[in-house]
């Protein structure tokens, strides 16, 4: 058998060192047993792929040296490599368990299936939807089908026993069907859903070995299901310990920067950072801390790793970059290495239409334009001193934007500006005295060029992050009073 790993990520949003750990993982299984890693993407939620993020998750990981056999943008023999092209693929084989009783459809509304799980709850029933809750009689059925109803296709599962799943790294585990529900397969717009298309696609691209979260654990009795009502032979599962932040909480944005972008932009060196990546929960047979991925193919192997929830630690990361650049750079490697990274005409070309305006000697450009080649500015509360807000609004004006711009699709200087604009408005606060904190965290100061104009340049990771940092100097940790009234007070905005 030829061994074919996959990653599969969705082009939702930046590239997240979570894709990049699992490929690691992947690549480095498949090629320790002469075999391929293939890269497919998993676009079916239409509202929020983007091909700008598609593009980003082939940059980043190519930049980071994990490369793949096929994929959207190389081909191969089991294409298209993207879900969005292969709905008449999934359609095909939905209509299979259909036709074989494996699948129905529903017509439950929103609401209906609220009051389904209700009535379970009153009743004492600590259960997932089954079709025997979801059935409706077959004359309602009829009259919804003719009134043109929206309707999903679900699975059938089993409403109790237990179901065992054979884990590379975990032995076997043993789940209750009892918490599974009735799997959505068909989303009411045609779309499949994870579930269907992952399975489909993995059968039919002759994917050998899945490596993925552990998060995915109580999702593998579904996919077990659907294999066998295929009659197709499952991959071998191995779940691979989630990465944490360092309080153990699964790792995420809010906590710590998450994009691959960000470490890009910080000058992290994709050398470092995929060794980093590889002592999350893998150790060499020696021990060594730094190590190439060629290294880690020449040894690889899968039962080194560790099931404990690896603590990514942004401090050892620098750590670990700081030996590779002292180790492994001579001096002119890297000159070259900074050039590439901040010093580039592309850059350049970028940030001199901002800074020409401002300028009178070509001494002049370092200082206006030093933070963008900056991680976290060295700011104080007393750099926030000329702020004309109190501390409640300075706090408001921080954390809304912050909340605001994590949910910002399009990051382009419009966009931002109008985001940030709505808020000022919904705040009450004149407009310069809203932007007036943002300058400092983005730029160190007000005297910058348009802090829109800052944080397009920056990306949003970095300039997230940096609003996340200026929150912590200013306020510290927080609390979870505090923070619920934010929220409230977030909310109440809309």
Known sequence: MTVRTRIAPSPTGDPHVGTAYVALFNLAFAKKHGGEFILRIEDTDLTRSTKESEQAIFDSLRWMGLDWAEGPDVGGPYGPYRQSERGDIYAEHCQILLDRGHAFKCYRTPEELDELRVSLKEQGINRALKFCDLELPADEVAKREAQGAPFVVRMHVPVDGRVEIDDMLRGVIELDWALVDAQILLKSDGMPTYHLANVVDDHLMQISHVLRGEEWINSAPKHKLLYQYFGWDM??????????????????????????????????????????????????????????????????DIQRVSLGGPIFDIEKLRWLNGLWLREDFSIEQLADCLQSWAFNRDNLIKVLPHAQQRMEVLSDFAPLASFLASGMLPLTPASFAECKLDEDQLKAVLQFSLWR??????????????????????????????????????????????????????????????????????????????????????????
Not at 251 to 256: D, E
């Open 235 to 300: 991959p071998v599962l191995c779940h691979l310990p989630l990465l944490r932040n360092p309080d153990k909480s699964k790792l995420s944005k809010r906590k710590n920067p998450t994009s691959i972008l960000y470490y890009q932009r910080m000058g992290f060196l994709p050398e470092a950072l995929l060794n980093y990546l590889a002592r999350m929960g893998w150790s060499m047979p020696d021990e060594r801390e730094k190590f190439s991925l060629d290294d880690m193919l020449t040894h690889f």
């Open 405 to 494: 711009l994590e949910g910002l699709r399009q990051w382009q200087r419009d966009d931002i500006f109008a985001t940030l604009k709505l808020l000022a408005d919904q705040l009450g606060l004149k407009l310069r005295d809203f932007l007036a904190p943002l300058f400092i965290a983005i730029a160190g100061t007000t005297s910058s060029f348009s802090v829109m104009d800052a944080m397009d340049l920056l990306g949003p990771d970095m300039s997230r992050a940096r609003l996340r940092y200026a929150l912590n100097v200013l306020f510290g940790d927080i609390g979870k009073k505090q923070q619920k009234r934010l929220e409230k007070d977030y909310e109440a905005l809309a």
